[in-house]
């Protein structure tokens, strides 16, 4: 403890760059498409939306039981996926954690439009990366400073999440080492690692949404009379 900051494991280090690197491969490769996102909303949870402007007028139960089932579904595959690659014990931990890190960005993603927000310019990007650090429980008030500089915020913000979420990961997931129990311990790991980023992100979001709703609700008011006149 050179500078009182606790020496991380080797596990630790190693399941940081590899988040390190899982996220900004996110970052670049990763997104959502917002259209077909939106026409699936449609259809499959019938949101009288045919615009993500159109978002903001839908009841917002209606909206928080898409979100939820989204969360659902990505704890479905994460708990799938932990499963499986758990067979393998300590050995297949990085690989585990990269594609955690790309089921949970897509799920992150799929919220976001859930509540009528998009990422296609760079501001909706940083948001997206602000939303994704407060899922994953962690303080960004100084980078949010720098978001208007995407390209040096989100790598600082990605670098902020792995250092974070991989020293909690590692402690938890010395477990895997026990052969027989590796499978049942990646499922749990990847249960509650989703639900709990899916939680924050579910929040983050609605707490946004709610804010737009009332300025929209609000410049309607104050455009209302100039309007019918």
């Known amino acids: ?63 928080d039981d898409v979100a939820q089932d989204v969360v659902r579904s990505g704890i479905k595959v994460a708990v799938a996926e932990g499963a499986g690659l758990g067979l393998g014990g300590l050995f297949t931990i990085i690989p585990d954690l990269s594609i955690l890190a790309a089921i949970t960005m897509r799920m992150i993603q799929k919220l976001s439009l859930v509540y009528g927000f998009q990422f296609n310019t760079e501001n909706e990007i940083a948001e997206l990366w602000v939303a994704a650090a407060s899922a994953a429980g962690v303080d960004i008030s100084r980078e949010v400073l720098e978001k208007t500089v995407v390209n040096r915020f989100v790598p600082s913000v990605i670098q902020r999440i792995a250092a974070t979420v991989s020293a909690d990961f590692a402690e938890k997931a010395a477990a895997r080492a026990i052969p027989i129990a590796s499978s049942v311990v990646g499922a749990v790991l990847n249960f509650y690692f989703v639900r709990a980023w899916g939680k924050r992100a579910i929040a983050h979001f609605r707490e946004k949404h709610l804010i737009e709703r009332q300025r929209r609700l609000d410049a309607q008011i104050v455009l209302g009379p100039s309007t019918r006149a």
């Open 1 to 63: 403890m050179a500078n009182g900051t606790p020496k991380k494991s080797w596990l630790a280090r190693r399941m940081e760059r590899a988040l390190n690197i899982a996220l900004a491969r996110a970052y670049q490769s990763i997104k959502v498409d917002s259209g077909e996102f939106l026409l699936r909303m449609r259809v499959a949870y019938s949101i009288p939306a045919s615009t993500y402007d159109g978002i903001f007028s839908v009841p917002i139960e209606q909206l």
